[in-house]
């Protein structure tokens, strides 16, 4: 195998683009190469780049990074690295998404399994890619937003990842547990309306 | 630390007996890279493992341990 890798994992924009381009402009890099890339901006910054100078390229989708096969076209490139670098700061890392939780299970069927279930399920929000933009809890779903919830830590986490957590006020008051809420704010039925109607899509497990 | 059982069953027991102890755990789906298939598992800290693996051998519930996993 004459072709050459250059690995650009772990590496942040505008480096991969860098390496690409000095990759490009190199004679001793052969004709067909193959980029790794480990993050999806990186990755889209990189496919922009490509696509603007005219040079074919087919990305492969690995187990936890992307390969990138280019063909040099035989001309140098002179694109600023940078500029293809611009979208990538003001890009959001939370999507337009929102999940709503309307009971402190999973399903309906078994309690036992629902419970197990939902806390499955909120303790990988975080994992899943792109992260929501609002987690709603409304009804029974109130009671996984309090202190002694097994899920708190992670909705913690994902609070401090941009998540914003809006709990139903009536809700919380009508379980009279308003005092004991370990997260999020408190909102009505205005804001819930709201967050739902602007949502692009909402997920309710 | 993330302990895996033979059963959902397993499961919901391991996770009531953590949680009567006060040992903290988080259910989470069993990782892409370990199986295929759809199941849960319990994540402890490392500290507390060798209290959870202790209960679960009284309790006679079946686990296996795995470390340093991919999500």
Same mark, same amino acid.
């Given at each position: 195998?004459?072709?050459?890798?250059?690995?650009?994992?772990?590496?942040?924009?505008?480096?991969? @683009?860098?390496? *690409?381009?000095?990759?490009?402009?190199?004679?001793?890099?052969?004709?067909?190469?193959?980029?790794?890339?480990?993050?999806?901006?990186?990755?889209?910054?990189?496919?922009?780049?490509?696509?603007?100078?005219?040079?074919?390229?087919?990305?492969?989708?690995?187990?936890?990074?992307?390969?990138?096969? $280019?063909?040099?076209?035989?001309?140098?490139?002179?694109?600023?690295?940078?500029?293809?670098?611009?979208?990538?700061? *003001?890009?959001?890392? *939370?999507?337009?998404?929102?999940?709503?939780?309307?009971?402190?299970?999973?399903?309906?069927?078994?309690?036992?399994?629902?419970?197990?279930?939902?806390?499955?399920?909120?303790? *990988?929000?975080?994992?899943?890619?792109?992260?929501?933009?609002? @987690? @709603?809890?409304?009804?029974?779903?109130?009671?996984?937003?309090?202190?002694?919830?097994?899920?708190?830590?992670?909705?913690?986490?994902?609070?401090?990842?941009? $998540?914003?957590?809006?709990?139903?006020?009536?809700?919380?008051?009508?379980?009279?547990?308003?005092?004991?809420?370990?997260?999020?704010?408190?909102?009505?039925?205005?804001?819930? @309306?709201?967050?739902?109607?602007?949502?692009?899509?909402?997920?309710?497990? | 630390?993330?302990?895996?059982?033979?059963?959902?069953?397993?499961?919901?027991?391991?996770?009531?007996?953590?949680?009567?102890?006060?040992?903290?755990?988080?259910?989470?789906?069993?990782?892409?890279?370990?199986?295929?298939?759809?199941?849960?598992?319990?994540?402890?800290?490392?500290?507390?493992?060798?209290?959870?693996?202790?209960?679960?051998?009284?309790?006679?519930?079946?686990?296996?341990?795995?470390?340093?996993?991919?999500?």
């Amino acid at each position: 195998m004459n072709s050459k890798i250059i690995d650009a994992r772990g590496q942040l924009c505008p480096k991969p @683009i860098i390496l *690409t381009k000095k990759a490009i402009n190199d004679p001793n890099i052969p004709n067909e190469f193959f980029l790794l890339i480990d993050n999806e901006t990186s990755k889209e910054n990189v496919e922009r780049f490509l696509k603007d100078n005219g040079i074919s390229h087919q990305t492969y989708q690995k187990e936890n990074y992307f390969q990138i096969s $280019v063909s040099k076209t035989g001309k140098k490139v002179n694109s600023s690295s940078e500029a293809y670098c611009s979208i990538s700061t *003001t890009k959001k890392l *939370t999507a337009d998404h929102i999940i709503a939780i309307t009971n402190d299970k999973m399903g309906s069927g078994s309690n036992d399994l629902g419970k197990i279930l939902i806390q499955g399920f909120m303790n *990988t929000i975080k994992e899943v890619s792109p992260l929501p933009q609002k @987690i @709603i809890f409304y009804n029974n779903g109130v009671k996984l937003t309090l202190k002694d919830s097994p899920v708190i830590d992670s909705l913690k986490e994902l609070e401090k990842l941009g $998540v914003k957590i809006q709990i139903c006020g009536t809700c919380a008051d009508y379980y009279e547990v308003k005092d004991k809420i370990g997260c999020g704010k408190i909102s009505n039925m205005y804001d819930i @309306i709201d967050s739902l109607t602007k949502a692009t899509h909402i997920i309710s497990p | 630390m993330l302990f895996l059982f033979e059963s959902t069953h397993a499961v919901i027991k391991a996770e009531r007996i953590c949680d009567k102890n006060g040992i903290t755990c988080k259910i989470v789906p069993v990782p892409r890279s370990i199986s295929s298939q759809c199941g849960m598992g319990i994540e402890v800290s490392e500290k507390q493992e060798k209290i959870v693996v202790n209960i679960l051998l009284k309790k006679k519930i079946i686990y296996n341990i795995y470390n340093n996993y991919k999500k």
